[in-house]
Structure formats: structure tokens, C-alpha cells
């Protein structure tokens, strides 16, 4: 039995992986979200989970420290892809890539004048993309966490940013005012992997994408 490893990040990912992981016939035997390991086994001997931040799943499977993992599609856009095949889009872990700025502000019409923005975002590469594609003027800085701070402690005047209920920006009296794109998590494997241990893999990908099917 060739062992094989699996990165996920606690929370969101790993709690709608679950089912998916179930349908390959695969039960982690601890949740990370109440246990404090990092490594964890399941019911299958030859399987075991790797708990790591979201934003490290593509670098774990990258180097083949992990065979697949579950990484949103926020997180690969960062990432850049290197390394990693991506078969799958899961349709888990759903949200939108927007901006938003605070209630009040005229985006429109500030960027109908040509002014140059400032804009925080733990999603550059992402940001970067998108004004350019429409010719708007944008100083960009990185930010690692709570991007719905900086227009109102004054560091930005927008912020590009991830909105799923939409409660989060609505606390901090910000609006969405353009969308970027729609988010899912998708499944990643290894590419020198996927040749190596494909009988393993292969039934686990065709799992996968059976149960994203239903
Ligand atoms: O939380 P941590 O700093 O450890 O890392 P992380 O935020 O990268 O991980 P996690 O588990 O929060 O997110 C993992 C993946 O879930 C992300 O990469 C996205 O692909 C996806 N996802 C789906 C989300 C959201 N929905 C989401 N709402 N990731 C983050 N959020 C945040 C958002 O950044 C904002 O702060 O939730 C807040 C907005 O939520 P609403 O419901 O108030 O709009
Ligand atoms: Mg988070």
C-alpha cells in the first residue's frame, strides 16, 4: 500500500471536505478544529491528513509533502500553480473576490476621474490583475488579515477582499462595489505524484468528482 498524504486547513475546508473524503471511502479519525494535531490519521491505514494554513496547502502539495490537498481558488491565484494539477473544482468553500470601500465612497466616479486609489489586500497578485485589466490607477499594499480595518483607520481607500454573507463589510459600514470573481476551493495533486502513485490517487480524484457530481 503506497502511504499517501493529504493537506487541508482547518475550519471551512476541512468540515465541507469531509463528505468528499467519505465518498473515497475515507473518515479522519480527529476533527483539528478540537484537536491540537497536525498530522492526523483515518479509518484507511495507508491515509493521513496534514493540518496547515489555507495559504499553505499549494506549497505543501508543490513540493510533494503532501500528495493532494483542498485550496481555494483565492489561495492557488496567489500561489501561481507551479508544480500543481488542478482537475477539479469542488464547489465548496463558495464566496466572491470583490471590492469594497466605505459607505458613502463614489468608486464610480473616482475612477470615472482617473484618481489613483489606494487599495489593501491580502490578494495582490488577484488585485493587481483586475485593475489593470480595467485601467484603473491603483497603489496596492499587502496586508495579511482584516482588510475591512483599513479604509477606516485611513491606510486605504478600498479593499479587495472575499464577501460570502456579506456581514463583515456590512459591520464595518463598507459596500462591495464591483466583483471580481466567484471563489471555490479546488482539489490539487501533485504532478510527479499523480504519475507515481495513480493507482492510489486515481480513485480518490474519480471520488472526488463523483460526489461533486450529486
Ligand atoms: O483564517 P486564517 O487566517 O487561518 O486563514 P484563511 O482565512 O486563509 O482560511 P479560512 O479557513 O478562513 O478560508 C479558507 C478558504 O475559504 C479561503 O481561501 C476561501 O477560498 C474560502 N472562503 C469562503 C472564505 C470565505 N468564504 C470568507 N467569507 N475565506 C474567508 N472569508 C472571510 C473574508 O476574508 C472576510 O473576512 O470571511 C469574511 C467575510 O465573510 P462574510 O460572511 O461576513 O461576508
Ligand atoms: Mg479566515
Known sequence: MTPITIALS????????????????IVP????????????????PDVRVVIVRATDVPT?????????GVAGKDV??????????????????RCRMMVAVPEGFDYASAVR???????????????????????VHVDLIKLYGSMELAPLAGLADAIVDLVSTGGTLKANKLTACEHIMDISARLVVNQAAL???????????D???GAVEE
Open 10 to 25: 482547518k475550519g471551512r475546508i476541512f468540515d465541507e471536505t469531509l463528505p468528499l473524503l467519505a465518498a473515497a471511502g
Open 29 to 44: 479519525n480527529e476533527n483539528p478544529a478540537t484537536s491540537r494535531k497536525l498530522i492526523i490519521g483515518a479509518n484507511r
Open 60 to 68: 505543501y502539495v508543490q513540493y510533494g509533502a503532501a500528495d493532494i
Open 76 to 93: 492557488l491565484i496567489e500561489h501561481g500553480g507551479e508544480g500543481l494539477y488542478s482537475p477539479l473544482d469542488l464547489g465548496i468553500a
Open 113 to 135: 476621474q482617473g484618481a489613483r486609489l489606494r487599495v489593501a489586500s491580502k490578494y495582490i497578485r488577484t488585485a493587481r490583475e483586475h485593475f489593470a485589466a480595467k485601467g
Open 195 to 205: 504519475k507515481v502513485k495513480r493507482q492510489t490517487l486515481q480513485p480518490i480524484i
Open 207 to 209: 471520488a472526488f468528482a
